[in-house]
């Protein structure tokens, strides 16, 4: 699912077809039109739909035909790349232990409502942290809170920027996603 550029997307994309991630890639779910995580999945054969929460009049209509549509597809695993959503809790409760997050800090710090994007990131830098880095985690009802299943770091030097930090995280999330996501595969009897 997604909601923005989708590299972490193409990382998952690149990763199953380059044989180093053994998973279907059943459809993406994109949160709104016009993203590039939807032209990714045209180029690569992969069907899009979008399910704007906005469409809908409740949390709930929305968590519902979220879940239609998981279902029509015979989903195992919920992969939340970039998606800025709140995922209702019908489709936790459907899906449990089985949505996986990618978050752009080392929660639990920096994490949560608001922390999204470049945000993150400005706040690490204001925060004078010398590292920072991203986590993969099992989705539950409240933002980046679910168990944490994995973690990469880098290096905050002085001379690093909101942006040259980003580039620096969002190299390692390409990298930890399709790992974390294999090998929770493997642990798992999916
Ligand atoms: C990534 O930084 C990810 O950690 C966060 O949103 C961003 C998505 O980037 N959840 P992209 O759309 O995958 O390029």
């Known amino acids: 699912m997604a909601s923005g550029s989708g590299s972490n997307f193409q990382a998952i994309i690149d990763a199953t077809e380059n044989g180093t991630l053994q998973i279907r890639i059943a459809a993406l779910i994109a949160s709104k039109t016009g993203i590039g995580a939807i032209e990714r ?5 992969i069907s899009a739909k979008v399910i704007s929460p906005k469409d809908f009049e409740s949390e709930e209509a929305f968590g519902r035909k979220l879940l239609d549509e998981l279902h029509l597809l015979q989903t195992d695993l919920i992969v939340l790349a970039g998606y800025l959503i709140k995922i209702p809790p019908v489709v936790i409760a459907a899906f449990p232990n089985r949505i996986l997050n990618i978050h752009p800090s080392l ?4 994490g949560g409502k608001g922390y999204y994007g470049m945000k ?4 690490v830098i204001e925060a004078k942290k010398k590292i920072s880095g991203c ?7 409240e933002f980046d809170k679910g168990p944490i299943l994995a ?3 880098v290096s905050v030097e002085e001379s690093d920027t909101p942006e040259s930090l ?20 493997n642990d798992t009897e999916l």
């Open 135 to 141: 986590t993969v985690h099992l989705v539950n009802e």
């Open 41 to 45: 999945a045209e180029k690569h054969g």
């Open 166 to 185: 980003a580039e620096k995280v969002l190299k390692q999330e390409h990298l930890l996603l399709p790992k974390t996501i294999q090998l929770f595969l």
């Open 151 to 153: 973690q990469s770091i």
């Open 107 to 110: 929660l639990p710090d920096f």
């Open 120 to 123: 993150v990131h400005r706040a």
